[in-house]
């Protein structure tokens, strides 16, 4: 999930940190046992209140995800009733507005939550408890910190699976510099759970590479104008040397991509992403620029399903807490990479059309263990 992450707001680790210290205490969010929650809801659907929180609307993914969601909600007649909130790489704020949004919708609330951090999470999770909401989160979460031992609220995590697609966006990096040569890596926000696997995922892949060594890498916090000036340094630091940039997502990709280009080198240097931006998916179909793999884009599977599953917590249709644990954490259905060979088959990253909405667990992958 295409993910894009923004830096952080100075001040922001300061009150997270505090904010954690009053609610994760024991690594354990509920305040008590889920044999005294309510755990079934009993909302009517058209009282129910659909927010998809995320970063920003000028990252394509997040277009996408909104786009996704909209369709949802309209499917189900609530269009009137959904919300885009945008915390713009801030945890403060996006706790800020969850609580403003729970204030004044309480039970029948419904949040698709793509988590600025993984450390605002229990936070979050805590005030929808507190509300008796309803929360489906994205991507990130703590470590050790699950739906399934912390809150019948907390619906449902789903991921993707970082760790193949950080390796097979290596692989066809390596490929196109011939198995030999230099890279450097370009990292996502280090406590982001996806960074971390994409990133395993190159280690991986460099395992079966022995002609190639990763020079360096440097997070660039899934921003793209961060990720063309690491880049820059890179190739300041390291000229010649640098055979292929490997990234952990698209808009750093088109970062790097962007600084190659300033340096004269676009097609010399090859550089890989993932997540499947448009952009991203256009310059992989041409040769000459060098882009040479990226991924699907998740984004409709998330924003369509993550509603899916909170709308009928909230509405009854089944009860989180008496749900197998394979159905509260979870990786979506794995999406092959993207390379030149295969950029006509991608399909638009907002459609839902294709999918098995009525059976909410349908797009469920392998458990998040």
């Known amino acids: ?13 300061g009150a997270i940190a505090a904010m954690l210290t009053l609610s994760a205490c024991g690594g354990a969010v509920t305040s008590g ?28 993914y997040y277009v996408s995800i909104d786009a996704a969601a909209r369709k949802f909600a309209a499917s189900k007649g609530l269009e009137s009733k959904y919300q885009w909130i945008a915390s713009d790489g801030d945890s403060s704020k996006q706790l800020g507005q969850i609580k403003s949004i729970l204030a004044k919708g309480g039970n029948c609330v419904v949040i698709n939550l793509d988590a600025n951090e993984s450390s605002v999470v229990p936070s979050v999770v805590k005030e929808a408890e507190k509300a008796g909401a309803w929360l489906v989160t994205q991507w990130n979460k703590p470590d050790g910190l699950s739906p399934e031992s ?4 907390w619906v449902a995590h789903m991921s993707v ?13 390596f490929e196109s510099m011939g198995g030999k040569g230099s890279v450097v890596a370009l990292q996502g926000i280090l406590d982001n759970p996806p960074a971390k696997e994409r990133f395993a995922g190159l280690q991986k892949a460099l395992q079966e590479y022995p002609g190639i060594t990763l020079l360096e890498e440097q997070t660039a916090e899934w921003d793209r104008t961060k990720g063309q000036n690491v880049t820059q340094t890179f190739l300041t630091k390291y000229g010649d040397k640098i055979g292929g940039v490997w990234t952990a997502n698209d808009a750093m990709a088109l970062g790097a991509l962007e600084a190659v280009k ?13 997540d499947g931006l448009a952009e991203a998916v256009k310059n992989v179909e041409n040769p000459q620029t060098g882009y040479v793999a990226t991924t699907q884009s998740t984004a409709a599977a998330q924003a369509s399903y993550g509603l899916a599953i909170g709308l009928a917590a909230a509405t009854g249709e089944f ?6 644990k394979e159905h509260r954490s979870f990786y979506l259905k794995a999406l092959p990479a993207i390379t030149s ?28 263990k």
């Open 150 to 153: 912390s809150s019948a609220h």
């Open 33 to 60: 046992g889920q044999d005294t929650q309510k755990t079934a809801g009993s909302c009517k659907p058209e009282d129910v209140t659909l927010v998809q929180s995320g970063r920003g609307l000028e990252n394509e």
């Open 1 to 13: 999930m295409e993910i894009f992450r923004f830096s952080r707001v100075a001040g922001t680790a």
């Open 319 to 324: 009860d989180p807490a008496k749900e197998p």
């Open 341 to 368: 060979s295969t950029t006509s088959s991608v399909p638009d990253p907002a459609d839902i059309s294709k999918f098995n909405l009525s059976d909410i667990w349908s797009q469920t992958g392998d458990p998040i």
């Open 262 to 274: 300033n340096a004269g080198k676009q097609g010399a240097i090859k550089v890989s992403g993932i």
């Open 161 to 173: 699976n970082g760790v193949p697609q950080g390796y097979d966006t290596a692989k066809a990096l």
